[in-house]
């Protein structure tokens, strides 16, 4: 029996979820997705095993052919003392040419964005990134998707009640 964070004794993450980003869904409305691996140093892999970063404010962004994320926030790692990392460095992310092209294109449309949506370990034990090809939503949109929300959480509870209103 696995939970969401597949934590053993120690408190560190060996597959599972590490981050998400539940306000990408909301102000975006994603269409396509892809897994990135990801570029790390030591202690930020390790950081990232006790499973304490922030991916909501961060991007993704195509630069000098390569792809890139921007401020992605990974705490330091305490016991490395001097040989610690930047919590907000830009970090590379790892995608075929193919896919860059395509990211780059969707991108060079107006009003796309690259979103981050999970930071996870894979069964192997590999950093991942989902990411999702992003529109930004108009308020409109936001509310009508808050109101959606809201009637299926009702209508699951007067399911649940046995239709009694």
């Known amino acids: 029996m696995s939970s969401k964070n597949d934590k053993n ?12 980003n539940r306000r990408a869904r909301f102000d975006y409305e994603i269409g396509d997705t892809l ?13 990232l095993r006790l499973g304490k970063a922030q ?20 705490p330091e790692y305490l016991q490395a003392n001097r040989f610690n990392h930047q919590e907000r460095r830009p970090r590379k992310l790892l995608v075929s040419k193919k896919q860059l092209s395509k990211l780059d294109q969707e991108v060079a449309r107006a009003g ?6 999970k930071l996870f370990f894979n069964d192997h034990g590999k950093a ?4 999702g090809i992003g529109k ?30």
């Open 35 to 47: 897994e990135a691996g990801i570029v790390l140093t030591g202690t930020e892999v390790k950081s």
């Open 112 to 117: 796309n964005t690259i979103v981050p949506l």
């Open 55 to 74: 991916i909501t404010e961060s991007y993704a962004s195509p630069e000098g052919g390569e792809l890139w994320l921007i401020n992605a926030h990974i």
């Open 136 to 165: 930004g939503k108009k308020n409109f949109d936001k509310r009508a998707t808050s109101r959606d929300r809201d009637w299926n959480r009702d209508k699951a509870r007067i399911m649940k009640e046995g239709g009694r209103g």
């Open 9 to 20: 004794k120690n408190g560190w993450i060996s597959h599972g979820l590490v981050a998400e």
């Open 128 to 131: 991942k990134l989902l990411i």
